[in-house]
């Protein structure tokens, strides 16, 4: 779960693109009309299936193996990437705008609207960073936005520049536009669920923005803080998370914590001495701040051992300096204004070998298990070492068990009334300690030389890719609860994390689709959204898929955009089991 997270964290992007922007709106785009008798979706899934043997997705293979899978990854990113664009492009070119009394413009050539995509089947409502194009005809230094109602909603500027966006076209040469750029904060109207709202781009109106800056920094201390949570940075460069709907706090939270690697791609097996973050002194900065968002940054240079040979000397006291190498490692810690989440952006540039680098969050919540998202499952797994004997679990075993565990999109600590839950953006490998602190450390990178021995010993180490020497960049959530696991909303929150919404800008159009509808909802609240797909058929019915990852089993009320004509249960083979009664546009299940 450890070995090569740069490719665990490209199947986690290639996978999300595809499955919850590129096939689900193309069906839909499809449904109102658009032609997707392609062959775009299949490749794309036929390349993701590629990346998906054993040792392929484990990272346990040679280089070239793993060069060739980034290829395909980069393959579905692209094709994923067009297809969701030609849905989008179709969808927004069809709305009107105009049959909205608060968009109505005696000179439509001149607006500019945004379509924001929701990929998520429950509504949300959020801070959103957008890039707006404003002609420098009209452009000033200011520019609002407006909803369906005619409310204005107020922006944070954070950049402008002059910009020259190309316009190709399919029968003459590519033309371009002058345009003002302009990078913006707002906070958006509700979202439907699987759907779209719209704004219009108002240039030269100055709204102006309710609410105090997030970060602050008062005598040598940082603070970030809305109306849910407070943040406090340490000197050290942990920092200590309030929520302020209970009374609970997390404390010393993202240490980074360092051990050397003796093992192979199959198995860890750590060397010490350790070294942590937790006696250094980053540099701490704030580097945005509005009403919208606030990020404050902390920068290291950990100093780590070249590799396991200079580890040693570390560990004997030799009178030969080792040889240590500077690992930078940034953390932006961003809280957003109403958000009872935060979120951290962490970049390590790479240059050690040998090693296990890891970020670690004590939980300080009272749990006897944990739990993480698997496979269309929450998995709850003991916290405990020790048998119901006392004896430590694993006495007498050749082979020792292993307290690392993988997760999907979170994993969570929860004693059934407060919780931690911690969402990324693909990492796979995380462990909870049994220790007072309740410490969750997630594996950053694992470096290793590649030897394998299948009967008698094969070192590649002259295949670096499983050092990891490299820029790498995660995402991580942090998002306190006060429930147990099921009533805590984490698994929207993870889906609200990973799976963004999506801006479109353009020009006034007069089609026949509303400003704003949902495609689909689900009315639940841990029944989860799998798929839209056409059916193997070919016949125009689609494919729907749900599940659900609790123990409990819930009533579902799902509603469509439009009546089905018929709606039937079937199996993973598409071969229907029996008929489901429909009530005009929605279905219980």
């Given at each position: 779960?450890?070995?090569?997270?740069?490719?665990?964290?490209?199947?986690?992007?290639?996978?999300?693109?595809?499955?919850?922007?590129?096939?689900?709106?193309y069906?839909?785009?499809?449904?109102?009309?658009?032609?997707t008798?392609?062959?775009?979706?299949?490749?794309?899934?036929?390349?993701?299936?590629?990346?998906?043997?054993?040792?392929?997705?484990?990272?346990?293979?040679?280089?070239?193996?793993?060069?060739?899978?980034?290829w395909?990854?980069?393959?579905?990113?692209?094709?994923?990437?067009?297809?969701?664009?030609?849905?989008?492009?179709?969808?927004?070119?069809?709305?009107?705008?105009?049959?909205?009394?608060?968009?109505?413009?005696?000179?439509?050539?001149?607006?500019?609207?945004?379509?924001?995509?929701?990929?998520v089947t429950?509504?949300?409502?959020?801070?959103?960073?957008?890039?707006?194009?404003?002609?420098?005809?009209?452009?000033?230094?200011?520019?609002?936005?407006?909803?369906?109602?005619?409310?204005?909603?107020?922006?944070?500027?954070?950049?402008?520049?002059?910009?020259?966006?190309?316009l190709?076209?399919?029968?003459?040469?590519p033309?371009?536009?002058?345009m003002?750029?302009?990078?913006?904060?707002?906070?958006?109207?509700?979202?439907?669920?699987?759907?779209?709202?719209?704004?219009?781009?108002?240039?030269?109106?100055?709204?102006k923005?309710?609410?105090?800056?997030?970060?602050?920094?008062?005598?040598?201390?940082?603070?970030?803080?809305n109306?849910?949570?407070?943040?406090?940075?340490?000197?050290n460069?942990?920092?200590?998370?309030?929520?302020?709907?209970?009374?609970?706090?997390?404390?010393?939270?993202g240490?980074?914590?360092?051990?050397?690697?003796?093992?192979?791609?199959?198995?860890?097996?750590?060397?010490?001495?350790?070294?942590?973050?937790?006696?250094?002194?980053?540099?701490?900065?704030?580097?945005?701040?509005?009403?919208?968002?606030?990020?404050?940054?902390?920068?290291y240079?950990?100093?780590?051992?070249?590799?396991?040979?200079?580890?040693?000397k570390?560990?004997?006291?030799?009178?030969?300096?080792?040889?240590?190498?500077?690992?930078s490692?940034?953390?932006?810690?961003?809280?957003?204004?109403?958000?009872?989440?935060?979120?951290?952006?962490?970049?390590?540039?790479?240059?050690?070998?040998?090693?296990?680098?890891?970020?670690?969050?004590?939980?300080?919540?009272?749990?006897?298990?944990?739990?993480?998202?698997?496979?269309?499952?929450?998995?709850?797994?003991?916290?405990?070492?020790?048998?119901?004997?006392?004896?430590?679990?694993?006495?007498?075993w050749?082979?020792?068990?292993?307290?690392?565990?993988?997760?999907?999109?979170?994993?969570?600590?929860?004693?059934?009334?407060?919780?931690?839950?911690?969402?990324?953006?693909?990492?796979?490998?995380?462990?909870?300690?049994?220790?007072?602190?309740?410490?969750?450390?997630f594996t950053?990178?694992?470096?290793?030389?590649?030897?394998?021995?299948?009967?008698?010993?094969?070192?590649?180490?002259?295949?670096?890719?499983?050092?990891?020497?490299?820029?790498?960049?995660?995402?991580?959530?942090?998002?306190?609860?006060?429930?147990?696991?099921?009533?805590?909303?984490?698994?929207?929150?993870a889906?609200?994390?990973?799976?963004?919404?999506?801006?479109?800008?353009?020009?006034?159009?007069?089609?026949t689709?509303?400003?704003?509808?949902?495609?689909?909802s689900?009315?639940?609240?841990?029944?989860?959204?799998?798929?839209?797909?056409?059916?193997?058929?070919?016949?125009?019915?689609?494919?729907?898929?749900?599940?659900?990852?609790?123990?409990l089993?819930?009533?579902?009320?799902?509603?469509?955009?439009?009546?089905?004509?018929?709606?039937?249960?079937?199996?993973?083979?598409?071969?229907?089991?029996?008929?489901i009664?429909?009530?005009?546009?929605?279905?219980?299940?």
């Open positions: 779960t450890s070995a090569r997270t740069d490719i665990k964290l490209a199947n986690f992007r290639a996978e999300n693109r595809l499955q919850f922007y590129a096939e689900p709106f069906t839909l785009a499809g449904l109102l009309g658009l032609d008798n392609t062959q775009y979706l299949n490749i794309a899934w036929n390349y993701l299936i590629q990346n998906s043997a054993h040792d392929s997705i484990g990272g346990c293979s040679l280089d070239a193996i793993h060069q060739d899978m980034h395909r990854y980069k393959q579905v990113e692209e094709i994923a990437k067009g297809v969701f664009e030609r849905a989008t492009k179709y969808i927004a070119s069809n709305l009107n705008h105009y049959a909205v009394e608060a968009f109505d413009n005696p000179e439509p050539e001149k607006d500019i609207f945004l379509t924001i995509f929701n990929p429950h509504p949300r409502h959020e801070i959103a960073e957008a890039v707006i194009d404003i002609p420098k005809s009209v452009e000033s230094d200011a520019l609002a936005l407006m909803d369906k109602e005619g409310t204005v909603i107020p922006v944070s500027i954070l950049e402008s520049f002059d910009e020259q966006p190309v190709e076209q399919m029968t003459d040469r033309m371009y536009f002058d003002k750029r302009y990078r913006v904060l707002f906070e958006t109207p509700s979202i439907p669920s699987l759907g779209y709202t719209t704004l219009k781009v108002v240039p030269r109106l100055q709204a923005l309710k609410g105090k800056d997030i970060a602050e920094k008062k005598d040598g201390i940082y603070t970030l803080e109306t849910h949570l407070k943040v406090v940075v340490r000197k460069g942990s920092f200590d998370l309030h929520d302020k709907s209970g009374v609970r706090k997390f404390k010393g939270l240490l980074l914590f360092d051990e050397g690697e003796s093992g192979h791609a199959w198995v860890h097996t750590p060397v010490s001495p350790v070294i942590t973050s937790e006696k250094e002194k980053p540099k701490v900065k704030i580097v945005e701040n509005s009403t919208h968002r606030g990020i404050c940054q902390i920068e240079k950990l100093r780590l051992p070249k590799n396991l040979k200079e580890r040693a570390l560990k004997s006291g030799s009178k030969k300096e080792p040889k240590m190498v500077k690992v490692v940034t953390i932006k810690v961003i809280l957003e204004k109403n958000s009872r989440s935060l979120k951290l952006a962490v970049e390590v540039h790479n240059k050690a070998y040998d090693h296990r680098l890891r970020i670690l969050f004590p939980g300080t919540v009272a749990a006897d298990h944990h739990f993480a998202e698997g496979q269309f499952d929450i998995v709850r797994r003991p916290i405990s070492r020790t048998d119901d004997n006392g004896k430590p679990l694993g006495e007498g050749v082979e020792q068990p292993m307290h690392d565990y993988p997760l999907h999109h979170f994993m969570a600590l929860s004693d059934g009334s407060d919780g931690l839950g911690i969402i990324t953006n693909g990492l796979k490998e995380y462990e909870v300690m049994d220790n007072n602190e309740r410490t969750i450390a950053l990178l694992r470096s290793f030389r590649y030897v394998i021995q299948p009967s008698s010993k094969q070192d590649y180490g002259n295949n670096e890719g499983s050092q990891s020497i490299d820029k790498l960049s995660y995402q991580f959530v942090l998002y306190p609860f006060n429930s147990g696991i099921d009533g805590s909303g984490l698994y929207e929150e889906l609200r994390a990973n799976l963004p919404i999506s801006i479109v800008q353009t020009g006034g159009a007069k089609g689709l509303p400003v704003e509808q949902s495609f689909f689900i009315n639940a609240s841990m029944v989860q959204f799998s798929a839209l797909k056409d059916a193997e058929s070919h016949d125009g019915s689609k494919i729907l898929r749900l599940y659900n990852p609790s123990e089993s819930e009533s579902v009320e799902l509603t469509f955009f439009k009546p089905p004509v018929s709606v039937h249960q079937c199996t993973l083979e598409e071969i229907d089991t029996a008929p009664t429909t009530q005009g546009n929605q279905v219980t299940l």
